[in-house]
């Protein structure tokens, strides 16, 4: 497995922008398809983006289509998430994810390397 550390979180106002981070250890990164998920208070935990190995394909959900792009830097071992025009509703809690799956994986358990989360918060 994958060691994953988000950063970036932080508290921003309706309209701002934020990119987050997520850097992985060992060797292997590029061999990975990753994806971002967020969870907010008394709720499931929910997709929000994935990228291939590559970085040529990616894939995201309704709700920041057009407003977040994840990429990733196989020779930094990173992963980010810029997230432009953000809403209240974007607050969260914010992972990172890693899996071998080929394809467009959006759900939780296709995924087994997970970071611990960085907060993000959007003020109305």
């Known amino acids: 497995q994958v060691q994953l550390v988000e950063s970036g979180g932080g508290l921003v106002q309706a309209g701002g922008s934020l990119r987050l981070s997520c850097a992985a250890s060992?060797?292997?990164?590029?061999?990975?398809?990753m994806g971002w998920f967020r969870q907010a208070p008394g709720k499931e935990r929910e997709f929000v983006a994935t990228i291939a190995s590559s970085g040529g394909m990616t894939y995201y959900a309704d709700s920041v289509e057009g407003r977040f792009t994840i990429s990733r830097d196989n020779a930094k071992n990173t992963l980010y998430l810029q997230m432009n025009s953000l809403k209240p509703e974007d607050t969260a809690v914010y992972y990172c994810a890693a899996t071998k799956y080929i394809g467009q994986p959006i759900t939780v358990r296709e995924y087994d390397s997970w970071g611990q989360g960085t907060q993000v918060t959007v003020s109305s």
């Open positions: 060992g060797r292997t990164f590029s061999i990975y398809t």
